[in-house]
């Protein structure tokens, strides 16, 4: 097989899209998924609350190490909350983008 061959059959579009009627059970899944992202979003709060408590704590008793965790927790939870937050678009942007690879 020569190399125009190999290159001919890596640039094949397989004409596969995504198709939101093909299977049954998408509302579900969106709803389910709706309802994942809730959860993390609500477990973040949470996370951010004690990793807040634990920063605070830290920083009035005199304890370095919890003042660093809470610190590390407070941005972790942030960074989470940013993603969670962000994810339709991300995903959106990044599926755009694919797209149009040719």
């Known amino acids: 097989m020569q190399f125009a061959d190999k290159v001919v059959q890596l640039a094949y579009d ?3 899209k995504p198709n ?6 998408l509302a579900v899944l969106k709803e ?3 309802s ?5 979003i609500i477990a973040v ?4 609350a004690v990793s807040a408590g634990v920063w605070a704590w830290g920083h009035h008793s005199g304890g370095h190490q919890a003042e660093a965790n809470g610190k590390k927790g407070v941005l972790v939870s942030a960074g989470a909350a940013l993603l969670l937050g ?8 990044f599926s755009t983008l694919g797209s149009q690879v040719h």
Not at 45 to 48: D, F, I, K, S
Not at 86 to 93: I, K, M
């Open 36 to 40: 994942v992202n809730l959860f993390a």
């Open 45 to 48: 709060v949470g996370a951010l």
């Open 86 to 93: 962000a994810a339709n678009g991300v995903v959106a942007f």
């Open 20 to 25: 939101e009627g093909g299977l049954p059970g």
């Open 14 to 16: 397989p004409g596969i």
């Open 32 to 34: 389910v998924m709706g």
